[in-house]
């Protein structure tokens, strides 16, 4: 029987859709082979990644033990050269009472604090200190925006800027939502916490973990089964800062009160 001109223009664009669902089949396959991102290239880049990481470290700070004595801050700034007005790690004090938190960080914390005023005193429900630092996140947005790739992540876990090739532009500073980022004002480039990268490296904590007197803060590798963090974290109890960003920060707390995370 002899086709009309509609049934052989039908029959092209079945054979053009047929061609197109056969091409898109196969590309699809090959995205779920090779592809890093598709289900099985991801696995693979996924484990590939775990094994070549030698360490994975994490820092603990635990809340109840922290006396806000200013150690740790005086420690970081002569272990990194850091100028006056900026920190890489600071301490809050925070005053929680039922008509709000009243929170003050007087010099970062650098020489401890003075006792809160007795009006304040009389409210307080109760007084905590917090030290505050880069948290070294899984994610970090920081990294994300930096434009010539001057701040990455290590795969054992540090967020590093090398400044060799940081312009300064501050957009990391802006992207980080916990304050942790700096202009330095001597180098004019992006500064904050390494974990004291240098010494870690050499075996040896951070200058700010080795300086408290409490051991409110610890560092260790979570690849090591037995070490301290790993015993702390597997208890479960801990929370981090602003966990609402998705950044996945690696520095833990215990005992952080409710109303300041
Ligand atoms: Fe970056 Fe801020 Fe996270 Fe540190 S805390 S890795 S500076 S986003």
Redesign the pocket.
Known sequence: MKKSTSDVSELGLEARRNFLKQFVSSVATVLMVYVPGARGGHEVSRLWKQRSREHQWAYIIDIDKCIGWGGCVRACRRENNVPDAVFRTWIERYVVTDEGIYVDSPKGGLEGFEPVDAELREKAKYTRFIPK?????EN????QVCPVGA?F?SPEGF?LVDSKYCLGCAY?VQ???????FINPERKVSD??SWCYHRVKRGKLPACVEACPTGARKFGDLKDPESEVNKILRQGHWTVLQPAMH?G?T?FYIGLPREVV
């Open positions: 630092m880069c948290n070294h996140c970090p947005p920081c990294v701040t992540k967020v990391c992207a980080c939502p916990y304050g942790a980022r904050k916490c950044t920060p520095c």
